[in-house]
């Protein structure tokens, strides 16, 4: 220990529970840790009304990694993600992405600064293509003298390119309509792909499909790690997470009560800790 350590203005300090030495160690570890992050959020609070959906949420995402974000209905899970996709202002507490403190008013700045969000309604224009999908509001365009085409026959190679790099048998001239869950999963998340994402956020992307295409879906997401982004993903599904999380987080009432790596716990621990039979891990 330093003299530091002895100095009077340090006695608070001191009276704590971790001394000065310990105290100043694990603000250098929490720094090397944000130098890491490429997502992180710091007490994040919010409330509806009287409601609190969410209190006190921290925790860091590292670039490249995949996170499994659990709960029961009504844990806060969607309203995380909506905080991290722009569509809702935490009441309290900060949001950091790739080192800057980052303010994301709406969900086009969120894509800007490289987050890209899934949801389990995807919201696909069931009438248009799957290329055309991938598309839908930043369609490729030729100029000619005052006119502007659509380049189709670009999109579409281009659409092609997206599922066989993803390894998915979608094919890009299909509509969305005639298309199995599995598929529509597989185009919302090639959608994602035009931009240059760092992060996607996956809400329920299981819940409602057979269980051949969550073997696709699942494997959607290992080729994003292999691609070196990272990924939130929202499941009820105990094997989905355990299959490709490499860390589990778990929220109850709006709290964290669990963050982990995947290999430290069970799925015994997790429902354990979803429902509240065991408080905390
Ligand atoms: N826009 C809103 N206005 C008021 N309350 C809301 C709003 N959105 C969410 N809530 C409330 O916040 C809490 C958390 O909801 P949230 O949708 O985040 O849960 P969830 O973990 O995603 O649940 P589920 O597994 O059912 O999707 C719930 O009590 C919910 O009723
Ligand atoms: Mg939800």
Known sequence: MD?????PRNDAVRGSPF????????????????????????????????IRALSDVSFSVRPGEVVGLM??????KSTLVKIISGIYQPTAGALRFAGDHAQIHSPAEARRLGIETVYQDLA????????????????LKRQVGPFR?????DMQARA?????????????GDYVR????????AVAIARTRLSDAKLILMDEPTAAISVRQVAEVLNLIHRLKDAGIAVILISHRMPDVFAVCERVIVMRRGTKV????IAASSPEEVTALITGAKEAA
């Open 3 to 7: 003299g530091a350590v002895r100095h």
């Open 19 to 50: 001394g000065v030495g310990r105290l100043i160690q694990m603000t250098a570890r929490q720094q090397r840790e944000d130098m890491l992050a490429l997502l992180e959020l710091t007490g994040v609070t919010k409330e509806f009304g009287a």
């Open 71 to 76: 709960g029961d209905n009504g844990a806060g």
């Open 124 to 139: 696909l224009a069931d009438n248009l293509t799957a290329a055309e999908n991938i598309f839908l509001g930043r369609e």
């Open 149 to 153: 085409f659509l380049r189709h026959a």
């Open 160 to 172: 092609e390119e997206l599922f066989d790099e993803l390894k998915s048998e979608t094919r890009a």
């Open 178 to 185: 005639q298309m199995s869950g599995g598929q529509r999963q």
């Open 258 to 261: 669990a963050d982990k790596p």
